[in-house]
Protein backbone atom coordinates (compact mmCIF):
# COMPACT_ATOMS: atom_id res chain seq x y z
CA UNK A 1 0.00 0.00 0.00
CA UNK A 2 1.36 3.29 -1.15
CA UNK A 3 0.20 6.43 0.52
CA UNK A 4 1.09 10.16 0.80
CA UNK A 5 3.55 10.06 3.63
CA UNK A 6 5.60 6.79 2.28
CA UNK A 7 8.37 8.77 0.96
CA UNK A 8 11.45 8.00 -1.03
CA UNK A 9 14.47 7.61 1.35
CA UNK A 10 16.77 10.15 -0.99
CA UNK A 11 13.76 12.46 -0.56
CA UNK A 12 15.29 14.39 2.36
CA UNK A 13 12.76 14.12 5.16
CA UNK A 14 13.65 14.23 8.57
CA UNK A 15 16.01 11.43 9.85
CA UNK A 16 15.57 9.01 12.07
CA UNK A 17 16.57 9.97 15.23
CA UNK A 18 15.31 11.02 18.90
CA UNK A 19 13.43 7.65 19.52
CA UNK A 20 13.39 6.51 23.15
CA UNK A 21 12.93 2.64 23.59
CA UNK A 22 11.32 1.41 26.32
CA UNK A 23 14.05 -0.06 28.08
CA UNK A 24 15.05 3.69 28.74
CA UNK A 25 11.68 4.04 30.13
CA UNK A 26 13.19 4.65 33.71
CA UNK A 27 15.43 7.00 32.56
CA UNK A 28 12.58 9.67 32.15
CA UNK A 29 10.36 8.17 34.45
CA UNK A 30 8.12 11.58 35.34
CA UNK A 31 8.30 12.76 38.45
CA UNK A 32 4.64 13.12 39.13
CA UNK A 33 1.50 10.96 37.99
CA UNK A 34 0.63 11.07 34.67
CA UNK A 35 -1.44 9.15 32.12
CA UNK A 36 -0.23 6.94 29.38
CA UNK A 37 -3.14 4.95 26.59
CA UNK A 38 -2.31 1.40 28.64
CA UNK A 39 -3.18 2.87 32.07
CA UNK A 40 -6.14 5.25 30.97
CA UNK A 41 -7.54 1.91 29.33
CA UNK A 42 -7.17 0.46 32.79
CA UNK A 43 -9.15 3.04 34.45
CA UNK A 44 -11.78 2.48 31.88
CA UNK A 45 -12.19 -1.23 31.86
CA UNK A 46 -11.28 -1.78 36.04
CA UNK A 47 -10.32 1.09 38.13
CA UNK A 48 -9.07 -2.03 40.61
CA UNK A 49 -6.69 -3.03 38.22
CA UNK A 50 -5.69 0.36 37.43
CA UNK A 51 -4.91 0.63 40.93
CA UNK A 52 -3.12 -2.39 41.32
CA UNK A 53 -0.57 -1.97 38.54
CA UNK A 54 -0.19 2.05 38.74
CA UNK A 55 -0.47 2.77 42.73
CA UNK A 56 0.56 -1.04 44.28
CA UNK A 57 2.58 -1.17 41.38
CA UNK A 58 1.98 -5.50 41.68
CA UNK A 59 4.37 -7.48 39.93
CA UNK A 60 2.61 -9.32 36.85
CA UNK A 61 3.55 -13.02 35.41
CA UNK A 62 4.68 -11.83 31.56
CA UNK A 63 3.19 -13.80 28.63
CA UNK A 64 4.46 -15.76 25.72
CA UNK A 65 2.07 -13.71 23.33
CA UNK A 66 3.00 -10.59 25.22
CA UNK A 67 6.95 -11.38 24.98
CA UNK A 68 6.43 -12.12 21.20
CA UNK A 69 4.91 -8.82 20.67
CA UNK A 70 7.61 -6.98 22.44
CA UNK A 71 10.33 -9.34 20.16
CA UNK A 72 8.39 -8.32 17.38
CA UNK A 73 8.38 -4.13 17.99
CA UNK A 74 11.92 -4.52 18.37
CA UNK A 75 12.62 -6.54 15.19
CA UNK A 76 10.74 -4.12 13.44
CA UNK A 77 12.14 -1.04 15.41
CA UNK A 78 15.81 -2.63 14.25
CA UNK A 79 14.64 -2.97 10.22
CA UNK A 80 15.01 0.67 10.25
CA UNK A 81 18.45 0.78 11.28
CA UNK A 82 19.59 -0.54 8.30
CA UNK A 83 19.68 1.34 4.80
CA UNK A 84 16.31 1.38 2.98
CA UNK A 85 17.34 -1.05 0.28
CA UNK A 86 18.48 -3.55 2.92
CA UNK A 87 14.96 -3.72 4.96
CA UNK A 88 14.28 -7.33 3.24
CA UNK A 89 12.32 -9.75 4.89
CA UNK A 90 15.40 -12.14 5.29
CA UNK A 91 17.30 -9.36 6.59
CA UNK A 92 13.88 -8.67 9.16
CA UNK A 93 14.58 -12.85 10.24
CA UNK A 94 17.81 -12.31 10.95
CA UNK A 95 17.11 -9.42 13.33
CA UNK A 96 14.74 -12.12 15.64
CA UNK A 97 17.95 -13.76 16.85
CA UNK A 98 19.87 -11.13 18.18
CA UNK A 99 16.77 -9.30 19.78
CA UNK A 100 15.81 -12.64 21.60
CA UNK A 101 19.17 -12.78 23.07
CA UNK A 102 18.55 -9.06 24.36
CA UNK A 103 14.78 -9.95 25.32
CA UNK A 104 15.72 -13.46 27.02
CA UNK A 105 18.20 -11.43 29.36
CA UNK A 106 14.83 -9.54 30.85
CA UNK A 107 13.33 -10.51 34.08
CA UNK A 108 10.72 -13.49 34.02
CA UNK A 109 11.48 -14.10 30.18
CA UNK A 110 14.06 -16.92 30.31
CA UNK A 111 11.58 -18.77 32.69
CA UNK A 112 8.47 -18.58 30.05
CA UNK A 113 10.57 -21.45 28.41
CA UNK A 114 12.24 -23.42 30.66
CA UNK A 115 13.89 -27.11 29.71
CA UNK A 116 13.08 -29.55 31.27
CA UNK A 117 15.74 -32.02 32.33
CA UNK A 118 15.27 -35.60 33.30
CA UNK A 119 15.25 -34.38 36.83
CA UNK A 120 11.70 -33.38 36.46
CA UNK A 121 10.51 -36.52 35.17
CA UNK A 122 6.32 -35.89 35.31
CA UNK A 123 6.55 -32.66 36.61
CA UNK A 124 8.51 -30.93 33.63
CA UNK A 125 6.45 -27.46 32.35
CA UNK A 126 3.95 -27.96 29.72
CA UNK A 127 6.30 -26.35 26.30
CA UNK A 128 9.08 -26.32 27.58
CA UNK A 129 10.90 -27.87 25.10
CA UNK A 130 13.21 -26.12 22.43
CA UNK A 131 10.68 -27.60 19.90
CA UNK A 132 7.93 -24.95 21.19
CA UNK A 133 10.71 -22.00 21.60
CA UNK A 134 11.45 -22.92 18.20
CA UNK A 135 7.76 -22.71 16.97
CA UNK A 136 7.14 -19.38 19.24
CA UNK A 137 9.90 -18.16 17.55
CA UNK A 138 8.91 -19.17 14.55
CA UNK A 139 5.78 -17.33 15.29
CA UNK A 140 7.55 -14.64 15.40
CA UNK A 141 8.82 -14.57 12.21
CA UNK A 142 5.35 -15.27 10.58
CA UNK A 143 4.38 -12.09 12.19
CA UNK A 144 7.42 -10.01 10.92
CA UNK A 145 6.53 -11.78 7.43
CA UNK A 146 2.91 -10.11 7.49
CA UNK A 147 4.50 -6.71 8.06
CA UNK A 148 6.08 -6.60 4.52
CA UNK A 149 2.32 -7.29 2.97
CA UNK A 150 1.24 -4.16 4.78
CA UNK A 151 4.49 -1.84 4.05
CA UNK A 152 7.51 -1.45 1.95
CA UNK A 153 9.79 -0.42 3.89
CA UNK A 154 12.38 0.40 1.43
CA UNK A 155 10.28 3.35 1.29
CA UNK A 156 9.48 4.55 4.32
CA UNK A 157 12.31 6.31 6.55
CA UNK A 158 10.89 6.93 9.87
CA UNK A 159 11.54 10.21 11.59
CA UNK A 160 10.57 8.43 15.06
CA UNK A 161 11.10 4.87 16.37
CA UNK A 162 9.70 3.93 20.03
CA UNK A 163 9.36 7.68 20.87
CA UNK A 164 8.50 9.69 23.93
CA UNK A 165 5.91 11.73 23.12
CA UNK A 166 4.25 14.12 26.28
CA UNK A 167 3.08 17.01 27.04
CA UNK A 168 1.27 18.80 30.03
CA UNK A 169 -2.06 20.37 28.99
CA UNK A 170 -2.98 23.51 30.56
CA UNK A 171 -4.77 21.71 33.56
CA UNK A 172 -1.67 20.38 34.54
CA UNK A 173 -2.40 16.89 33.59
CA UNK A 174 0.61 15.02 32.18
CA UNK A 175 0.02 12.96 28.49
CA UNK A 176 2.90 10.41 27.96
CA UNK A 177 3.04 7.57 25.92
CA UNK A 178 5.61 5.70 23.46
CA UNK A 179 4.85 5.99 19.61
CA UNK A 180 5.76 2.68 17.70
CA UNK A 181 6.97 4.99 14.63
CA UNK A 182 6.30 8.42 13.49
CA UNK A 183 6.78 9.56 9.84
CA UNK A 184 6.88 12.96 8.72
CA UNK A 185 6.50 13.51 5.00
CA UNK A 186 8.61 16.44 2.65
CA UNK A 187 5.24 18.69 3.11
CA UNK A 188 5.23 18.31 7.16
CA UNK A 189 2.26 15.83 7.36
CA UNK A 190 2.66 13.49 9.86
CA UNK A 191 1.63 9.66 10.39
CA UNK A 192 1.87 7.78 13.41
CA UNK A 193 1.74 3.79 13.18
CA UNK A 194 1.51 1.49 15.57
CA UNK A 195 2.25 -2.21 14.98
CA UNK A 196 -0.14 -4.69 17.13
CA UNK A 197 0.46 -8.46 16.78
CA UNK A 198 -3.27 -9.74 17.25
CA UNK A 199 -5.85 -9.71 14.32
CA UNK A 200 -7.80 -6.28 13.00
CA UNK A 201 -11.03 -6.22 15.94
CA UNK A 202 -14.73 -6.11 14.72
CA UNK A 203 -16.19 -2.92 13.63
CA UNK A 204 -17.65 -3.05 17.53
CA UNK A 205 -13.66 -2.70 19.40
CA UNK A 206 -12.50 -0.01 16.58
CA UNK A 207 -13.38 2.58 18.93
CA UNK A 208 -11.11 1.06 21.58
CA UNK A 209 -8.25 0.66 18.95
CA UNK A 210 -8.53 4.18 18.00
CA UNK A 211 -8.68 5.66 21.45
CA UNK A 212 -4.49 4.70 21.85
CA UNK A 213 -4.15 6.24 18.79
CA UNK A 214 -5.44 9.60 19.44
CA UNK A 215 -3.80 9.69 22.38
CA UNK A 216 -0.85 10.24 20.42
CA UNK A 217 -2.31 12.45 18.17
CA UNK A 218 -3.92 14.72 20.92
CA UNK A 219 -0.04 14.71 22.19
CA UNK A 220 1.53 15.77 18.68
CA UNK A 221 -1.02 18.50 18.09
CA UNK A 222 -0.52 19.71 21.48
CA UNK A 223 3.41 19.66 20.99
CA UNK A 224 4.00 20.31 17.48
CA UNK A 225 0.31 22.58 16.30
CA UNK A 226 0.31 19.88 13.54
CA UNK A 227 -2.90 17.31 13.65
CA UNK A 228 -1.40 13.99 12.35
CA UNK A 229 -2.58 13.33 8.80
CA UNK A 230 -3.42 9.74 9.40
CA UNK A 231 -3.12 7.47 12.52
CA UNK A 232 -2.33 3.92 10.96
CA UNK A 233 -2.72 0.22 12.74
CA UNK A 234 -0.94 -2.55 11.22
CA UNK A 235 -2.59 -5.91 12.49
CA UNK A 236 0.38 -8.43 12.01
CA UNK A 237 -1.85 -11.23 12.67
CA UNK A 238 -3.91 -11.02 9.84
CA UNK A 239 -2.08 -8.68 7.74
CA UNK A 240 -4.95 -6.05 8.04
CA UNK A 241 -4.60 -2.44 8.27
CA UNK A 242 -6.55 0.53 10.56
CA UNK A 243 -6.45 4.16 9.24
CA UNK A 244 -7.98 7.13 10.51
CA UNK A 245 -7.81 11.10 10.38
CA UNK A 246 -8.90 12.57 13.08
CA UNK A 247 -9.37 16.56 12.58
CA UNK A 248 -9.41 19.16 15.72
CA UNK A 249 -12.90 18.64 17.08
CA UNK A 250 -12.77 15.55 17.58
CA UNK A 251 -8.71 15.81 19.09
CA UNK A 252 -10.33 18.80 21.68
CA UNK A 253 -13.53 16.21 22.63
CA UNK A 254 -10.60 13.86 23.42
CA UNK A 255 -8.93 15.75 25.36
CA UNK A 256 -11.65 16.63 27.52
CA UNK A 257 -12.54 12.33 27.91
CA UNK A 258 -9.16 12.36 29.33
CA UNK A 259 -9.38 15.00 31.47
CA UNK A 260 -12.55 13.24 32.21
CA UNK A 261 -10.94 10.04 33.41
CA UNK A 262 -8.23 12.05 35.10
CA UNK A 263 -10.80 13.59 37.46
CA UNK A 264 -11.71 10.35 38.44
CA UNK A 265 -8.51 8.79 38.95
CA UNK A 266 -7.69 11.57 40.93
CA UNK A 267 -10.78 10.94 43.02
CA UNK A 268 -10.25 7.10 43.55
CA UNK A 269 -6.66 7.80 44.45
CA UNK A 270 -7.81 10.59 47.11
CA UNK A 271 -10.62 8.49 48.57
CA UNK A 272 -8.65 5.40 47.79
CA UNK A 273 -11.93 4.09 45.96
CA UNK A 274 -10.93 1.38 43.20
CA UNK A 275 -14.15 -0.33 42.59
CA UNK A 276 -13.60 -3.90 40.50
CA UNK A 277 -15.04 -4.18 37.40
CA UNK A 278 -15.84 -7.58 36.41
CA UNK A 279 -15.34 -8.31 32.41
CA UNK A 280 -13.94 -10.74 30.39
CA UNK A 281 -10.97 -9.38 31.04
CA UNK A 282 -10.51 -10.86 34.29
CA UNK A 283 -9.66 -14.02 32.77
CA UNK A 284 -6.33 -12.42 32.09
CA UNK A 285 -6.15 -10.41 35.33
CA UNK A 286 -2.82 -11.49 37.45
CA UNK A 287 -4.83 -10.11 40.08
CA UNK A 288 -7.90 -11.99 41.03
CA UNK A 289 -6.47 -13.92 44.05
CA UNK A 290 -6.65 -9.97 45.69
CA UNK A 291 -9.77 -8.87 43.87
CA UNK A 292 -13.33 -9.23 45.97
CA UNK A 293 -14.95 -9.84 42.33
CA UNK A 294 -13.54 -13.20 42.97
CA UNK A 295 -13.54 -12.95 46.97
CA UNK A 296 -10.46 -11.73 47.45
CA UNK A 297 -9.13 -8.85 49.49
CA UNK A 298 -6.80 -6.21 48.20
CA UNK A 299 -4.35 -5.26 50.33
CA UNK A 300 -4.55 -1.47 52.19
CA UNK A 301 -4.10 1.52 50.07
CA UNK A 302 -1.05 2.54 49.78
CA UNK A 303 -1.48 5.99 50.87
CA UNK A 304 1.74 7.19 51.55
CA UNK A 305 3.72 5.35 48.54
CA UNK A 306 0.89 7.09 46.60
CA UNK A 307 2.12 9.99 48.05
CA UNK A 308 5.43 9.84 48.04
CA UNK A 309 4.49 9.09 44.00
CA UNK A 310 3.33 12.19 43.91
CA UNK A 311 -0.61 11.71 44.31
CA UNK A 312 -3.03 14.30 45.96
CA UNK A 313 -4.23 11.57 48.75
CA UNK A 314 -6.98 13.71 50.07
CA UNK A 315 -9.52 15.37 48.24
CA UNK A 316 -9.15 19.13 47.84
CA UNK A 317 -11.48 21.50 50.01
CA UNK A 318 -13.90 23.37 48.50
CA UNK A 319 -14.29 27.24 49.62
CA UNK A 320 -18.06 27.83 50.97
S1 LIG B 1 -10.04 -9.69 38.39
FE1 LIG B 1 -11.28 -8.42 37.04
S2 LIG B 1 -12.45 -7.08 38.42
FE2 LIG B 1 -10.73 -7.95 39.58
S3 LIG B 1 -9.08 -6.45 39.43
FE3 LIG B 1 -8.77 -7.94 37.81
S4 LIG B 1 -9.81 -7.03 36.03
FE4 LIG B 1 -10.57 -5.98 37.84
Request: with cysteine.
Amino acid sequence: MTSTLETDPSAGVAPAGGSSDRTSAADTAPRRPSLSPSRAADFKSCPLLYRFRTIDRLPERKSPAAVRGTLVHAVLERLYDLPAAERTVEAARSLIEPAWADLRAEPGVAELFPVPTAADGADAPAGGTAAGLEAWLASAGTLVETYFALEDPTRIQPHGREELVEVTLPDGLLLRGYVDRLDVAPSGALRVVDYKTGSMPREAFEAKALFQMKFYALVLWRTRGVIAAQLKLLYLGDGDALTYAPDEAELLRFERTLQAIWAAIERAVATADFRPNKSRLCGWCDHQALCPAFGGTPPPFPADAAAAAGWRTTLPVTPL
